[in-house]
T-cell receptor, first 111, second 116 residues
């Protein structure tokens, strides 16, 4: 079983601060995805990273895939209250057909 | 498109009762996934279908759980008999192609199940 550990589990910050969320595994994944989930809704895909060392930017969000494709990070610059939610990383197995989710990071951004 | 549709949105039942959760995937999507989300275990894949055929059910917790997909537009997840530890949010998701090909899984809003 491939396991993904996310840290921190909870994060409460003030509007305007920067933050980084980490997703680590001892296993190699073919690709890795980041999702954001709001209360009462299903997760929504933010980004997929495929190549080791890849960096993708989505406005104030920067995603990085580790060189060995075992870990990833999500950095948010100048966080806003609208960024509040549960952030989930998910690894795609080598067969390319299933996702293994991390435990999630619950982010609260206070105005 | 209306997205993935799940019903009911909330279900409260008593231990020992049968529970049936329903899912309508996005039209044209060949892959359908059932997940369970709890605080303790996070989001776990239970089973997935490709073209209505179950491909991997290794995540189904025990024989009390069963899933079917009689046609391309409908799937059910049944728990019989239900137990309090089955309380969770159950999500259905669908995608056009395998996730590894870069395809997105689209999640429904979930069914919040409480077994008393």
């Amino acid at each position: 079983t491939q396991l993904l550990e996310q840290s921190p589990q909870f994060l409460s910050i003030q509007e305007g601060e920067n933050l980084t969320v980490y997703c680590n595994s001892s296993s190699v994944f073919s690709s890795l995805q980041w999702y954001r989930q709001e209360p009462g809704e299903g997760p929504v895909l933010l980004v997929t990273v495929v190549t080791g060392g890849e960096v993708k930017k989505l406005k104030r969000l920067t995603f990085q895939f580790g060189d060995a494709r075992k870990d990833s990070s999500l950095h948010i610059t100048a966080a806003q209250p609208g960024d509040t939610g549960l952030y989930l990383c998910a690894g795609v197995n080598n067969a390319g057909n299933m996702l293994t989710f991390g435990g999630g990071t619950r982010l609260m951004v206070k105005p | 498109d209306a997205g993935v549709i799940q019903s009911p949105r909330h279900e409260v039942t008593e231990m020992g009762q049968e529970v049936t959760l329903r899912c309508k995937p996005i039209s044209g999507h060949d892959y359908l996934f059932w997940y369970r989300q709890t605080m303790m275990r996070g989001l776990e894949l239970l089973i997935y279908f490709n073209n209505n055929v179950p491909i991997d059910d290794s995540g189904m917790p025990e024989d009390r759980f069963s899933a079917k997909m009689p046609n391309a537009s409908f799937s059910t997840l049944k728990i019989q008999p239900s137990e309090p530890r089955d309380s969770a949010v159950y999500f259905c998701a669908s995608s056009l192609a395998p996730t590894g090909s870069g395809e997105t899984q689209y999640f429904g809003p979930g069914t919040r199940l409480l077994v008393l």
